[in-house]
């Protein structure tokens, strides 16, 4: 038996699949990935919400979606994103380690050295679907600051777990964490 959350969040509902991290907890997994309709709801209320910024930054891949539509919405013609590893085309490359509750190991965020010299000064606001530990969020902002970046805002479709008491992140919904049985644990 497989266990589903539903959620509201955007105006619209959505059964999340309750997924295993480890024996204590369990995670309800929000995808936007191929679900058109909803990435565009939230992009829209997200940026409903968004404080003044020149250039939004996402780390790949879950908040690619996200960053695209509310880059397309407000007219937008750039967004900068932080790949999880050097491509060949990225040069002169910025990066930093992460740990992200959703990932078995320690990985790497990288931007490319054009896009960091672009963030330079700027008023950057980070995006990104679920913020949980931070860590991915810690990484991103660490990115932005290494390259001279302003951080302006933190946003999020869902705040998750612990990141649902941070008074620096702009989120739709809370996203509770679970026990095996599927109960709410926080």
Request: aromatic share 6%; hydrophobic share 40%.
């Amino acid at each position: 038996m497989s266990l589903t959350y539903k959620m509201k969040v955007a105006g619209l509902e959505r059964d999340l699949p309750i997924c295993r991290v480890n024996d204590d907890l369990y995670i309800g997994a929000f995808v936007i990935f191929g679900d058109v309709e909803l990435t565009q709801a939230c992009a829209r209320e997200l940026l409903k919400r968004a404080p003044e910024y020149d250039i939004m930054i996402s780390a790949e891949s879950k908040g690619i979606p996200l960053v695209y539509e509310m880059a397309r919405q407000s007219g937008e013609n750039r967004y900068l994103l932080a790949r999880k590893a050097p491509k060949l085309y990225m040069q002169n490359v910025f990066s930093v380690k992460v740990n992200s509750i959703t990932t078995a190991k320690e990985q790497i965020l990288c931007i490319d050295g054009k896009d960091a010299e672009y963030m330079k000064g700027r008023r950057v606001l980070i995006v990104d679907d679920v913020i949980s530990t931070g860590e991915s969020l810690k990484a991103l902002e660490q990115l932005v600051t290494k390259a001279g970046g302003n951080i302006v805002g933190r946003m999020a479709i869902l705040a998750e777990g612990d990141a649902q008491s941070r008074d620096d992140l702009i989120y739709l919904e809370k996203l509770p964490v679970f026990n095996a049985k599927g109960e709410i644990i926080g």
